[in-house]
Nanobody
Framework: QVQLVESGGGLVQAGGSLRLSCAAS????????MAWFRRASGKEREFVAA????????YGRDSVKGRFTISRDNAMNSLYLRMDSLSSEDTAVYYC???????????????????WGQGTQVTVSS
């Protein structure tokens, strides 16, 4: 069984930066894609970004491209999300997720992921 634990969330002013981390335990996530999703209050879950074992990155909506950077440390079994130029629209609970890679998977679809963390709150004050 895989456990995912997020950290790094908090309160930040608009224009600021945060770095989220996700630590995986239970097994080495080789050949697993890892991703970040977020859910703002009253809204549906949204895909933010994913990264494959080989480092290939997939980003969600245009509003995060260029501001958010997803990365992973395979040796540390960890996932990261660097978020810059934050705005109030980025306020949400951010979740880490993992799924065994398959060339036919749409990694932007949350329902396909097998493992989820408990989430970390990011609040951006304007």
């Amino acid at each position: 069984q895989v456990q995912l634990v997020e950290s790094g969330g908090g309160l930040v002013q608009a224009g600021g930066s945060l770095r989220l981390s996700c630590a995986a335990s239970g097994r080495v996530l080789s050949d697993y894609a890892m991703a970040w999703f977020r859910r703002a209050s009253g809204k549906e879950r949204e895909f933010v970004a994913a990264i494959l074992w080989n480092g290939k990155r997939i980003y969600g909506r245009d509003s995060v491209k260029g501001r958010f950077t997803i990365s992973r440390d395979n040796a540390m079994n960890s996932l990261y999300l660097r978020m810059d130029s934050l705005s109030s629209e980025d306020t949400a609970v951010y979740y880490c997720a993992a799924v065994f890679e398959d060339e036919f998977l749409d990694y932007t679809t949350g329902s396909l992921y097998d493992y989820w963390g408990q989430g970390t709150q990011v609040t951006v004050s304007s």
